[in-house]
């Protein structure tokens, strides 16, 4: 074999080598698709926050802060006696030298934030770390905060306002979905916390066309995850979605978890603080085209501390598996509307006013369909079932937690009988 020849052999066996890793499989990823940062009410430089995903494991990000795509150039002024100036400084003494574009005033100072290319270009990797351009599009209906986030997208998107909070939703929704259309490029849109301020209910939420996602847990401390004793809270809100959505024709709406992190300075339960809810993604390669169509797909759960081994649907047997952690009990359920199932709500009004407060839906809805202590379990999916989901509690209360009561948990995506992954 002479020089050249075995040159080749070697690049032939560096092509087998890629051919044999891509057959691998698709792996999981994690992420956050909701955070905020000085660009509009977060406490901390994007920089930061982004760095702070990286040192703790994740593989994507979406900085979505509200109705700015990070684009302009934009001067923060700090008073050097403002709580913000020790933010300053840190963010002064950890970034590269004559990366800070800084001025000194008289008592004061400004500083320049950087822009989505700017700091974005400095965390994008593709072997490790993938950044997605994002907006939480904010809007209201008669005070009521309706927010919806787009991530993917390359231009600020406007919020369109309506005449309903459905009609708000949808004007949004649209006008998300149309700038992936017109650039053709794959976005991603997503209701944000619909129990912020009781703002959007289960059945206005139900009646959205092209939005497939809504997040079950945020990790904002003002969002009502739970309900109270009149309201459903978000899981309930989902069962309610599905149970609606799939009788009038609509696919199912997936869960995601999100951060929606606001306060980097100080970790509190009355902060709106990271690392307490993410998306664990199971994809083919770490670009957003792939992590997105994955979710499209249902291939990921939203997690609040529990991480899965496997998640499978033959279209028959929903089977879930943890990664068990030594010393820590698990305990999986399967939820679920049985396809006969009527929805037919009860409608709950204010004594006083008699004005609508929410839906009482019956406990069919999704009804626990099978309860499991381990770390496995497997349902069978029949055409009894109209969809069916999964959650995975762990007996350990949230590492930053909102209560002290907040187990740590896993929320699998719907699925219908015989429709296989
Ligand atoms: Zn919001
Ligand atoms: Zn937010």
Redesign the pocket.
């Known amino acids: 074999m002479n020089r050249f020849s075995s040159v080749w052999l070697i690049i032939l066996l560096l092509l087998a080598g890629c051919q044999f890793g891509s057959d691998a499989g698709p792996s999981w990823f994690k992420g956050n698709l909701h955070t905020h940062t000085l660009w509009s009410d977060g406490d901390d430089f994007p920089e930061q926050v982004a760095a702070w995903y990286v040192d703790n494991g994740y593989s994507f990000l979406a900085i979505s802060d509200h109705n700015t795509i990070a684009e302009s150039e934009r001067w923060l002024t700090i008073p050097e006696d403002h709580p913000r100036f020790r933010v300053f400084e840190r963010y002064l003494a950890t970034s590269p030298e004559e990366w800070v574009e800084w001025e000194q005033g008289v008592d004061t100072i400004r500083v320049r934030l950087k822009t989505w290319e700017e700091y974005s270009e400095v965390f994008q990797d593709p072997d490790s770390f993938l950044m997605m351009r994002a907006e939480?599009v904010?809007d209201q209906f008669e005070g009521k905060?309706i927010?919806v986030n787009a991530t993917n997208i390359v231009e600020y998107i406007e919020p369109k306002g309506g005449g309903s909070v459905v009609e708000v939703m949808q004007n949004n929704v649209d006008a998300i979905l149309s700038q992936g259309e017109r650039l053709q490029r794959r976005v991603m849109l997503h209701i944000?916390?619909p129990n912020?301020i009781w703002s959007i209910r289960a059945d206005e939420l139900a009646q959205l066309d092209g939005e497939r996602f809504f997040e079950v847990f945020n990790g904002h401390p003002a969002v009502f995850n739970y309900g109270d004793s009149l309201r459903q809270g978000t899981e309930k809100m989902w069962d309610v979605v599905n149970t609606i959505r799939l009788r009038d024709g609509r696919p199912l709406m997936f869960g995601i978890g999100t951060d929606?992190a606001h306060h980097y300075q100080e970790i509190a339960p009355s902060r709106a603080n990271v690392g307490r809810g993410w998306v664990m993604v199971r994809a083919g390669a770490l670009t957003s085209d792939a992590v997105l169509a994955a979710m499209d797909d249902g291939q990921f759960y939203a997690s609040s501390g529990v991480t899965l081994q496997d998640v499978s649907f033959d279209g028959r047997r929903y089977h879930v598996s943890v990664e068990p952690k030594e010393g820590i009990s698990y305990t999986i359920e399967f939820f679920g509307t049985n396809s006969d199932h009527d929805p037919a709500p009860v409608a709950i009004k204010d004594p006083d006013s008699g004005e609508l407060i929410s839906y009482r839906y019956s406990e069919d809805v999704g009804r626990l369909l099978q309860q499991t202590s381990g770390a496995e379990a497997s349902f069978e999916v029949t055409v009894e079932h109209l969809f069916v989901r999964a959650r995975v509690t762990s007996d350990q209360v949230m590492e930053f937690p909102v209560s002290e009561l907040e187990l740590q948990r896993a929320w699998t995506q719907p699925v219908q009988p015989g429709q296989a992954w």
């Open positions: 939480e904010t905060p927010h944000n916390h912020f929606d």
